[in-house]
């Protein structure tokens, strides 16, 4: 078993059976730029709360998701540093 493993890695070939996105090309993401659009959505979010609301519960809600967005991308940046040691 270990010794395909080896074989796969040398090859720049990707199998379409484990992968079947391959047959039609890339397949990768977006790292950097998903974290931006989350730091940019945390900031439109509080930003909305300035406006004509005549109930806290609008704030109360976005202020809530924006720090649930936040409190995601901090672990995300935590999850990275110790990516490393595993």
């Given at each position: 078993?270990?010794?395909?493993?080896?074989?796969?890695?040398?090859?720049?070939?990707?199998?379409?059976?484990d992968?079947?996105?391959?047959?039609?090309?890339?397949h990768?993401?977006?790292?950097?730029?998903?974290r931006a659009?989350g730091?940019?959505t945390?900031?439109?979010?509080?930003?909305?709360?300035?406006?004509?609301?005549?109930?806290?519960?609008?704030?109360?809600?976005?202020?809530?998701?924006?720090?649930?967005?936040?409190?995601?991308?901090?672990?995300?940046?935590?999850?990275?540093?110790?990516?490393?040691?595993?």
């Amino acid at each position: 078993m270990a010794g395909k493993a080896i074989e796969k890695r040398s090859g720049t070939e990707v199998d379409p059976r484990d992968e079947p996105s391959a047959e039609w090309g890339w397949h990768g993401g977006f790292p950097r730029a998903t974290r931006a659009a989350g730091w940019f959505t945390v900031f439109a979010l509080l930003i909305m709360l300035i406006g004509n609301h005549e109930n806290n519960t609008e704030n109360v809600w976005l202020v809530g998701t924006a720090i649930l967005v936040a409190f995601g991308l901090i672990l995300d940046i935590r999850r990275r540093r110790a990516a490393w040691r595993r």
